[in-house]
């Protein structure tokens, strides 16, 4: 079964990507079975995506890859989609998308930890990003305050998924939620706006 490498798939789509307003995210390909292929491409914004935007992107992509012909007669199912809530940071956009959200932060070895206990891992808000450090909210919304940690210390940093907002005071502090983006709390489940677009030969895309 002829299958193009991520690489060849992004350098495919990158353009297209960019035009509907996406930053590309990744590309994974896998196969779904004996005789197809899956093709996740993920895509992020400064705002929220609309489904309808995606389905849009969706469509573009599915006759780009058609026309490039790399599947060949290989059936393939495209699934477009943004990250899910639970998102790590790994890139300074996606720290500046996260202000205001709580992340899971585990520092590198060895780096000074602003926890109060000096644990390595541990909670806080993401607060206004600057060229080689990163505002975090300490304390939640008993003892919020503010301090700031090198990029170069943290090894992960990982958005959580709230079901109860934050704290006035703690929220101030981080300097609000980041323009476009859902504010955290309530009612709030991990997921991400997805269209799924299957092709059955190097010519047909279907957006469902």
Do not use: C
């Amino acid at each position: 079964m002829p299958m193009p490498t991520e690489e060849r798939v992004s350098q495919l789509v990158a353009e297209l990507v960019e035009r509907r307003g996406f930053d590309l995210e990744g590309v994974a390909i896998s196969a779904a079975g004996t005789e197809h292929a899956k093709v996740k491409v993920t895509v992020d914004s400064d705002g929220t995506a609309s489904l309808d935007a995606v389905a849009d992107l969706s469509s573009d992509i599915s006759e780009a890859l058609d026309e490039a012909g790399d599947f060949g007669e290989t059936p393939y199912l495209l699934e477009v989609t943004t990250p899910g809530i639970d998102r790590p940071l790994t890139l300074p956009r996606h720290w500046l998308r996260a202000q205001g959200r709580k992340v899971k932060i585990v520092l590198r070895p060895g780096a000074e930890s602003p926890e109060e206990k000096g644990k390595p891992a541990f909670e806080a808000r993401v607060g206004v990003l600057s060229e080689a450090e990163v505002a975090l909210v300490l304390g939640g919304k008993r003892k919020p305050h503010r301090v700031t940690v090198p990029l170069a210390d943290i090894q992960s940093a990982v958005v959580q998924v709230e079901f109860n907002p934050p704290g006035a005071a703690e929220l101030e502090l981080a300097g609000g939620v980041a323009p476009g983006r859902p504010q955290p709390g309530a009612q709030e489940v991990p997921g991400a706006e997805e269209v799924d677009a299957a092709s059955d030969s190097p010519t047909e895309g279907i957006v469902e």
